[in-house]
């Protein structure tokens, strides 16, 4: 949805680094963000979340940061390890829907 | 426990011929209902959602249609399946919006 970018279509990161993985919206109404994770041939698995009232919220190794003044948003992993490879979704939230990036490959080499 | 069980798993299928994906959920009641569609090399798409019985919201004009005959039931249709319906389908459940969708384990299509 052109609402969501993730301009990175894949990352690269060595095991035991931070892998940060980029997200930014246009529409200034999502209240709520959602960060999902993908393995192949896989239904998404919720991962992270953080309304807009914060501008970060952290679980274990997952950190979500959002700037909504520049209606962007960031997770970070660390330390990342290679269990964590995926595709990785952003999505915000608006009137009872969800819109999803375009994903972003995560790759942790071991 | 709620789950939601989306079937078949794979799905080969020719041009010009039908589809019916079918998704159920089990363990919670007027759940909201949405199929999405990820091509490949591109993220998810919504394609319909519904808020209950019989009522459905098309997102993109396209191929498909989609019905919700009963609560907890979605079924994702074609009458006639083109080349570019190929792709991973997702369906997905949320009762309380914030918290998120469940999503299902997927269909992969592939129309040849």
């Known amino acids: 949805d052109q609402q969501v970018k993730q301009n990175s279509p894949s990352l690269s990161v060595q095991e035991g680094r931070i892998s940060i993985l980029n997200c930014d919206y246009t529409n200034s109404m999502f209240d709520y963000f959602l960060w999902y994770k993908k393995y192949p041939a896989e239904g998404p698995t919720f991962l992270i979340s953080?309304?807009?009232?914060?501008d970060k919220n952290e679980d274990g190794r997952f950190t979500v940061f959002l700037n909504k003044s520049a209606k962007h948003l960031s997770l970070h992993i660390v330390p990342s390890q290679p269990g964590d490879s995926a595709v990785y979704f952003c999505?915000?939230?608006?009137?009872?829907?969800?819109?999803f990036g375009s994903g972003t490959k995560l790759n942790v080499k071991p | 426990s709620q789950t939601i069980h989306q079937w078949p798993a794979t799905l080969v299928q020719p041009v010009g011929s039908p589809l019916s994906l079918e998704c159920t959920v089990e363990g919670t009641s007027n759940p909201n209902l949405y199929w999405y569609r990820q091509a490949a090399g591109r993220g998810l798409q919504l394609l319909f959602y519904s808020v209950g019985i019989g009522q459905i919201s098309s997102e993109v004009p396209q191929n498909l249609s989609a019905s919700r005959p009963q609560d907890r039931q979605f079924i994702l249709s074609s009458k006639k399946l083109l080349l570019s319906d190929s792709g991973f389908y997702l369906c997905?459940?949320?009762?309380?919006?914030?918290?998120?969708?469940?999503f299902g384990s997927g269909t992969r299509l592939t129309v040849v």
């Open positions: 999505a915000p939230y608006n009137f009872n829907k969800f819109y």
């Open positions: 997905a459940w949320s009762v309380i919006s914030n918290y998120g969708y469940t």
């Open positions: 953080i309304s807009s009232i914060k």
